[in-house]
């Protein structure tokens, strides 16, 4: 419960405690019946009906239907009245900045992407409130009804100077009074944090991470970068730059001197996006994805896609090439039905089989600025984040923070990681693949027509350039699990989720070799758009603090 003005053990006090913890149950399990929250909190029947009197009073919850398919009259269910506060959340690249509003049960109702291609002429202030305001309109609001807006940028706000660190290449971030400026620009409290810290925000609370207080989230999309979860909380360092991993020198790469001038450093260019074409052609991949517009993270997801499927289809053709297997990957919590992640106030009944889910449909619009419409019933409509979960509990521990994510468009210095590295490994799932039409011999449509993977093509080029990715990988994640020591490591962003099974096996292998401890490595849960979702979650958690608290 947020602090109140009430004194501990006061009976205000004690009402708001228990306030708080009902509200908390129908968030996590949807629509209860009196008699369900009675027996959830352990209050007696005449206190659960005054505490729902008094927050249908209050406007935080509403009466929803009654049960059904028992004898008699059916129970009244009561649920989070979602409208009664709403938060936003931004994920700011080079390219773009995605937006997204979500009400108070988690629910995303309007969503909005703002291209912003090239050096910004514009100002960021100027693109912040755009993308918020297509967001806003989109749910049907207006900027004054959003309680909240967390902000997830590469890099970090130094907390001393308020300046944009380790991140030159966001133009338009680095004015020294852009916090003031956004400030007057908004109407609501606002938060900045780091992109890859708000993914593990949302693998804490509704993916892989979950139950974990200790864990690492290494990232690669177009930077490397890591969050580091300490106690159940992000660690940031003095100037918001903990996890800058990819500036943190490494064995087979030259030194990188004056890495915040260069922005990269040794771990970018040894398993960055931009070195996955330089291994491929290393390792003897004849047809390597193109990169215009300096869209590493996109040519490097699809060679690691088409990797994984090459190696899946080997070991379907013959088991026995695959060898010895990886620690096994521990299976992703899911919900109590056992498929799927799980969705609080969204779908359940009092008596029923449990949450409701949000569902995975689609992408948002065109390739210009796009909006969708407010989601309608159990199910988050097509759009930006469709297939991320709302959370199940409504606290949860605010996690924010700065931090990570280094080097965009840097080249590929250094030496070549070639070669194979230890013994077989273990397959897994079949990913499929962005750019199957791409061949093993020549380039994309030349002469003879494309080869794909388990078409004919040999598979094995795609499979040293998965051992040798792999031994990249470890050798930067051995440096941070010798002093860091977590349980777990999440592999998230683009790049990691396109090697999926066959890749992570094969770093867990690796990483068995290079450090002493021997933290479980997972794939990231979270899937689409992480970055925004862990967003909201951050700022859901402060507007429920606010809103839930009845002491005051």
């Not at 009430?6 to 205000?12: A, F, I, Q, W």
């Not at 593990?200 to 509704?206: C, G, I, N, S, T």
């Amino acid at each position: 419960m947020a602090a109140g003005s009430g004194t501990p053990g006061t009976p205000r006090v004690l009402r708001a405690m228990n306030d708080r913890a009902a509200l908390d149950l129908l968030l996590e399990h949807g629509p209860l019946s009196r008699a369900r929250i009675g027996r959830l909190t352990g209050l007696s029947k005449p206190t659960s009906s005054q505490l729902l009197a008094r927050l249908e009073a209050a406007g935080l919850v509403v009466a929803t239907g009654t049960t059904a398919g028992r004898p008699g009259p059916g129970a009244q269910l009561y649920a989070v009245n979602a409208g009664a506060a709403f938060a936003a959340g931004l994920d700011v690249t080079p390219h773009r900045i995605r937006a997204a509003v979500a009400d108070l049960t988690g629910a995303v109702v309007g969503e909005y992407e703002l291209p912003t291609p090239g050096r910004r002429a514009r100002s960021a202030v100027r693109e912040v409130t755009e993308a918020l305001d297509g967001a806003v309109r989109a749910a049907g609001l207006t900027r004054a009804e959003v309680r909240r807006l967390v902000i997830g940028t590469p890099g970090a706000f130094d907390p001393s100077t308020g300046r944009l660190r380790y991140a030159s290449h966001l133009p338009g971030w680095h004015s020294p009074t852009l916090l003031e400026e956004l400030a007057a620009a908004l109407p609501m409290p606002v938060e900045y944090e780091n992109d890859v810290n708000l993914a593990a925000v949302a693998e804490q609370r509704l993916g892989a991470a979950r139950g974990h207080d200790d864990f690492v989230l290494l990232w690669n999309e177009e930077g490397l970068g890591a969050a580091l979860v300490i106690g159940g909380r992000l660690h940031r360092g003095f100037t918001g730059g903990a996890g800058e991993v990819g500036f943190m020198p490494v064995p087979g790469t030259p030194l990188v001197r004056r890495v915040a001038r260069a922005d990269s450093g040794g771990f970018q260019e040894l398993a960055g996006a931009q070195a996955l074409p330089r291994i491929a052609r290393d390792v003897g991949v004849k047809a390597v994805p193109g990169q215009g517009g300096g869209a590493h993270a996109e040519a490097a997801a699809a060679l690691l896609a088409r990797a994984a499927e090459a190696d899946a289809h080997a070991a379907a053709r013959d088991p026995r090439a695959v060898g010895a297997s990886a620690p096994d990957a521990p299976t992703p919590t899911p919900d109590r039905d056992g498929g799927g992640t799980t969705a609080p106030g969204l779908g359940g009944t009092d008596e029923g089989p449990g949450p409701g889910r949000i569902g995975g449909a689609g992408t948002a619009g065109t390739a210009d600025a796009r909006q969708t419409g407010r989601g309608t019933g159990g199910t988050d409509g097509a759009g930006l984040i469709a297939g991320a979960a709302v959370p199940a509990g409504g606290a949860g521990r605010d996690i924010g923070g700065m931090g990570h994510c280094t080097g965009r468009d840097t080249g590929g210095a250094g030496r070549d990681i070639g070669g194979t590295s230890g013994t077989g490994h273990a397959a897994g799932r079949d990913t499929g693949s962005a750019d199957r039409d791409i061949g093993d011999t020549g380039d994309a449509g030349g002469a003879g027509g494309p080869s794909r993977p388990g078409g004919g093509a040999d598979p094995e080029p795609y499979r040293r350039l998965l051992d040798a990715y792999a031994t990249g990988l470890a050798t930067g994640l051995a440096s941070l699990v010798a002093v860091l020591d977590p349980r777990l490591v999440v592999l998230s962003g683009a790049v990691l989720a396109a090697g999926g099974e066959p890749l992570r096996s094969r770093v867990q292998a690796e990483l068995a070799e290079l450090a002493a401890p021997r933290p479980r490595l997972v794939l990231g849960a979270v899937h689409e758009n992480p970055v925004l979702r862990g967003a909201l979650e951050s700022a859901l958690t402060a507007v429920r603090d606010d809103v839930f608290d009845t002491s005051r």
